[in-house]
């Protein structure tokens, strides 16, 4: 598998170039985005996603969090989100309340937050919901459906 030091090798640039090309493109003049697109395809390299997520502090993943299931809603919920997901380069990922509270109050804190960009909580009247988003420190955005 190809590094982006390879890319750089390849394109005869600084491995700054490339990593500038796979931010924004347009910061770099014509040749030398036609010489690291020319490089990438070659080596057929694809960025990181560890490494992204190391330097950006963001993994593109989605927890969607589901009573249980069973239901064909959240089913058909799940798939709409995937799709979604996926036009924009994010990850979902679906729990389901049937492992119980515990698993919940990891999304929302600790470990488990530093691991999800944002969550999806596909039910309102649940108490164990209300009390973890009053308790959520609010560095992990959710949307409440």
């Known amino acids: 598998m190809a590094a982006i030091k390879d890319v750089a090798k390849l394109a005869n640039v600084a491995v700054g170039t490339v990593s500038r090309y796979l931010n924004n493109p347009d910061s770099l003049t014509p040749a030398y985005r036609e ?14 996603r560890l490494a992204q997520a190391m330097r950006t502090k963001r993994t593109n993943m989605i927890a969607l969090v589901v ?4 239901n064909q809603f959240y089913i058909e919920l799940y798939n709409a989100i ?7 380069a994010y990850i979902p990922i679906m ?7 515990k698993m919940l109050s990891h999304l929302f804190t600790g470990n488990g937050a530093a ?6 909580l596909a039910f ?4 164990i919901a209300a009390q973890l ?9 959710f949307i409440l459906m």
């Open 115 to 120: 691991q999800i960009d944002g969550i999806i």
């Open 35 to 48: 010489r690291v697109r020319e490089a990438i395809e070659t080596l057929n390299y694809q960025p990181s």
């Open 67 to 70: 009573p249980e299931m069973q």
């Open 133 to 141: 988003i009053e308790n959520n420190d609010h560095k992990t955005p």
């Open 95 to 101: 729990y389901t309340m049937e492992a119980g509270p």
């Open 82 to 88: 995937r799709i979604s997901c996926y036009e924009h």
């Open 124 to 127: 309102m009247d649940d108490p």
